[in-house]
C-alpha cells in the first residue's frame, strides 16, 4: 500500500504501477496472499488490487522503495510539476534520481564549486556540521542519563558525554591558520569519526525496553547486521531523501559537499547537511519505537550472509513514524520561529546558501535546544 504524507509518495508494494490520468496519478497496489514472501511477490500472483487517485499538485516527491513502475507519461507528469521521482532499495539506499531540467541559481551553485575548491573554505564549513552534530549528539545522550534510573547507564552516559565536551572544546580551538593547511579536512574527518565512536559507545544505553532484541554494539551498514543499525540505516535514508529534496529547491548541487568526499552517485552536500539531522531526528526516533514497544523483533527478518532488513510492516511503521515526527515542531534558535521538523532542511539548506553568496560569515548548524 502506498503511503502519503507530508506531501510524499511512499511505493513500498512490490508490482505498484503508476499511471497517468490528466493531472493526476493513478496508483495501482496489488494485494498478496499473507503467507506469499515478499521477495516472491510480483503481479502475477496478486490475489486482488487496490487503487488510489492523487493529483499531482498534492505531491512533492515520490520514493520508491524495491520493485513498482511508473510509467513514461506520469514520469512526465511528474517533470512537468517538479516533482521528483526516487527509486531505492529495500534498505533505503538511493540508487537514482529523476528529476525534470531543474531552475538552478546559476550564480549559487558557482558559488557552491568554487568554495568547494578552496580548502580553508571546505574545512570551516566541515567544523560547522561536525560541531553541530557533535553537539547534538551530546545533548541526546544528556536527556537519555536524565531520563535513565539505572545508576550503571548515567554512568556511562555521563562519561560519552563529557568526552564529546572535550571533543567539542577541541574544535573551537581550530584558527583560521590551521583550518587552511593541506590536510584540515581529512583531520576533521577523523574528530568526526572520534566523536561518532564516543556518541555510539553511550548510545545502546539509551533503550529502556528490549533490551536483548535490539542489542547494540557498533554501528554497522551497507548492509546492517542487527535489528537497531537496520532500523537507523532505513531513517538515515529518509531524512538524506530530505535533504537532497531541501537542496535541490534552494538551487544547491547535492552531490558536491564539503566534509563528505565526492563520490560518483554520492550526494555529499546532502549527507553534509544531514549529519546535525542524525541524533535528534533519526536516532532518538529509533530509541522511543524501540521503548514504547512500537516496533519489535518481528518487524525485521534474517536475509542469507547475516544482513537484517525490514519486513514491508516494519518499513511502513518507520514511514509513519517519521511523517508524524516530522509534523511536530521545534523553535528555531537562529530564526526564533516555531517551525514544523519538516520544515528544517529547508530552512538549513537555505543558511548555507546564504553562507555560500557570502551574506553571514559561517555556516550555523541547528542545535535545538
Not at 140 to 147: M, Q, T, V
Not at 174 to 187: F, K, M, N, S, Y
Request: hydrophobic share 40%.
Amino acid at each position: 500500500m502506498p503511503d502519503i504524507a507530508q506531501n510524499t509518495l511512499y511505493l513500498t508494494t512490490p508490482g505498484t504501477y503508476v499511471a497517468r490520468d490528466h493531472l493526476t496519478l493513478q496508483v495501482e497496489v496489488p494485494e498478496y496472499p499473507p503467507d506469499l514472501p515478499p521477495e516472491e511477490r510480483n503481479p502475477k500472483l496478486a490475489i486482488g488490487q487496490r487503487k488510489l487517485s492523487i493529483p499531482i499538485h498534492h505531491l512533492e516527491s515520490i520514493c520508491v522503495f524495491g520493485a513498482s513502475t511508473i510509467s513514461p507519461p506520469a514520469l512526465d507528469l511528474c517533470w512537468e510539476h517538479g516533482v521528483a521521482v526516487n527509486y531505492l532499495s529495500q534498505f533505503g539506499y538511493l540508487q537514482a534520481r529523476m528529476t525534470g531540467v531543474a531552475d538552478t541559481s546559476v550564480t549559487l551553485r558557482r558559488a557552491q564549486f568554487r568554495a568547494a575548491d578552496i580548502p580553508g573554505r571546505c574545512a570551516a564549513i566541515a567544523r560547522q556540521i561536525i560541531a553541530g552534530k557533535l553537539q547534538n549528539s551530546r545533548n541526546s545522550l544528556l536527556r537519555g542519563a536524565r531520563e535513565s534510573e539505572i545508576s550503571e547507564d548515567k554512568t556511562q552516559i555521563t562519561m560519552a558525554t563529557d568526552a564529546l565536551a572535550r571533543q567539542i572544546q577541541e574544535l573551537g580551538r581550530w584558527t583560521p591558520e590551521e583550518l587552511g593547511q593541506p590536510g584540515a579536512v581529512d583531520r576533521l574527518r577523523g574528530a568526526e569519526g572520534m566523536g561518532a565512536v564516543t556518541y555510539f559507545g553511550g548510545f545502546g544505553r539509551l533503550l529502556k525496553q528490549q533490551r536483548d532484541e535490539f542489542t547494540f554494539t557498533l554501528r554497522s551498514r551497507r548492509p546492517p547486521r542487527d535489528r537497531i543499525n537496520c532500523m537507523l540505516s532505513f531513517l538515515y535514508a529518509l531524512v538524506r531523501h530530505d535533504c537532497i529534496a531541501a537542496l535541490t529547491s534552494i538551487g544547491l548541487d547535492p552531490f558536491v559537499g564539503y566534509l563528505h568526499a565526492e563520490r560518483p552517485n554520492r550526494p555529499a552536500l546532502a549527507l553534509d547537511l544531514m549529519e546535525e539531522f542524525r541524533p535528534w531526528l533519526a536516532d532518538r526516533l529509533a530509541v522511543t519505537l524501540i521503548n514504547r514497544q512500537q516496533i519489535g523483533p518481528d518487524d525485521f527478518k534474517l536475509r542469507e550472509g547475516g544482513a537484517v532488513e525490514f519486513t514491508e510492516a516494519g518499513r511502513k511503521r518507520a514511514i509513519t513514524a517519521y511523517q508524524q515526527r516530522k509534523q511536530e515542531t521545534l523553535n528555531h534558535p537562529l530564526l526564533d520561529q516555531n517551525l514544523r521538523l519538516g520544515q528544517l532542511p529547508f530552512i538549513q539548506a537555505r543558511i548555507l546558501a546564504r553562507h555560500l553568496r557570502g551574506d553571514i560569515a559561517d555556516y550555523v548548524p541547528l542545535v535545538p535546544k
